[in-house]
Nanobody, 121 residues
Framework: QVQLVESGGGLVQAGGSLRLSCAASGRTFSTYTMGWFRQAPGKEREFVGAISENSGRTYYADSVKGRFTISRDNAKNTVYLQMNSLKPEDTAVYYC??????????????WGQGTQVTVSS
């Protein structure tokens, strides 16, 4: 089992940047695909991106491609989401997730509690 704790959310103006972090417990972090989802008010949770166990592959939603970057540090049991050129429509609660499946089958098995990101116009 993996426990996940997100941090780094906050309020930022449109065009700004934020970096989210997700710290994982357990010694098997490096065996999981890690990723991020988000959920805006009144909307369903949506996939943001994922990164493979060894950082060799990443996969992003079209809505964030070119603006968001996922990375991970297996030595620190941490995955990051660098968000640049933020837009008001990026406003959501962002959730970190872990999944033993591959990047292309990533759906999230273990979840963090979420961190709020608010982008003002």
């Amino acid at each position: 089992q993996v426990q996940l704790v997100e941090s780094g959310g906050g309020l930022v103006q449109a065009g700004g940047s934020l970096r989210l972090s997700c710290a994982a417990s357990g010694r098997t972090f490096s065996t999981y695909t890690m990723g991020w989802f988000r959920q805006a008010p009144g909307k369903e949770r949506e996939f943001v991106g994922a990164i493979s166990e060894n950082s060799g592959r990443t996969y992003y939603a079209d809505s964030v491609k070119g603006r968001f970057t996922i990375s991970r540090d297996n030595a620190k049991n941490t995955v990051y989401l660098q968000m640049n050129s933020l837009k008001p429509e990026d406003t959501a609660v962002y959730y970190c997730a872990a999944d033993p499946r591959s990047v292309t089958k990533f759906m999230g098995v273990y979840w963090g509690q979420g961190t709020q990101v608010t982008v003002s116009s």
